[in-house]
């Protein structure tokens, strides 16, 4: 508290100790009946027929294949978002120029645009009867009901993550020390290596985790262009709800654990990011 606050102030910023229990009580209660529970059902769920259920619902065909999309889409979206992510924020951050308010407005426009509606876009563009459709069926090429429809969708829902979580980091970097590199006699590309990429790495790991977590995790945007195909263009999500429909609830919950545990792991690294980026911060602000 500044030392000129007056008793005024200090009352006004200052709860009793029952309205600051009251207040902690209401936000546990909030997380464990809206999070911890369901989270811990999913588990129940999966395991209530025995281990042996379980594994059987993992190794079987449909949900191997669904594992393997799901890893190859993560596989080449998360790096497309990464170069994406650190040349936008590399533009937006470093340098000045017309549009550049444009830029950060169409990097956010995966947060307010639904997933649904995303893959609606690609449908409509490259679709049997989109705009691109009848020209990509006589060369044979398909996008929408295969991989390189859930490829875009992916992209797409995820372009944010990177490039919002660089942005701030690289602003409060500045440019000097890239400056002196450059006029040391480093090339450009060593200067990204050896100034600029150390002290965005948290902030790169960070975007990374959220990308991947959201990447794999994406439902809305991967149903539409998908097609439903068992064995083929279903990611894990997909499958979870083919099971569920299906009323086969034990493999369900089983492949919805998979995506339980990677929330988990998220979460986890999340927090270690989170700490050791603040640790960094905080070194730069004293330096």
């Known amino acids: 508290m500044h030392a000129s606050a007056t008793p005024a102030q200090v009352a006004a910023t200052t709860e009793s100790p029952v309205v600051r229990r009251l207040l902690c009580a209401a936000a546990f209660v909030f997380l464990l009946v809206f999070l911890l529970l369901p989270l811990v059902a999913v588990f129940v769920e999966a395991l209530r027929g025995g281990v042996g259920t379980y594994l059987a619902a993992l190794v079987e065909p449909d949900a191997i294949a669904a594992i393997e999309l799901t ?15 650190v040349c936008a924020a590399w533009c937006i951050a470093k340098f000045e120029f017309k549009g550049k308010s444009l830029l950060v407005t169409l990097i956010d426009l995966p947060f307010s645009v639904s997933p649904v509606i995303a893959g609606l876009i690609y449908v409509l563009l490259f679709g049997a009867a989109g705009w691109f459709g009848p020209w990509l069926a006589e060369r044979d090429i398909q996008i929408v009901f295969a991989v390189p429809g859930i490829v875009l969708a992916t992209i797409f829902v995820t372009l944010p993550f990177v490039a919002r979580e660089l942005i701030p980091v690289m602003q409060q970097s500045g440019t000097d020390d890239e400056e002196a590199a450059l006029s040391l006699g480093a090339s450009g590309w060593r200067t990204f290596l050896t100034v600029t990429l150390p002290n965005i790495k948290w902030g790169l790991l960070y975007g990374v985790l959220l990308c991947n977590a959201r990447a794999m995790g994406e439902f809305g945007a991967v149903s539409v262009v998908s097609g439903h195909i068992r064995g083929f263009t279903n990611t894990m999500p997909l499958h979870v709800e083919i099971l569920y429909n299906e009323y086969n609830f034990a493999a369900a919950f089983a492949v919805a654990s998979l995506l339980a545990v990677l929330a988990l792991v998220t979460l986890v690294l999340k927090t270690w990011l989170e700490a050791r980026g603040g640790h960094v911060v905080s070194s730069l602000g004293r330096h």
Not at 74 to 84: C, H, T
């Open 71 to 85: 890893l190859l889409v993560a596989a080449i979206s998360v790096p497309l978002n990464i170069v994406f992510g």
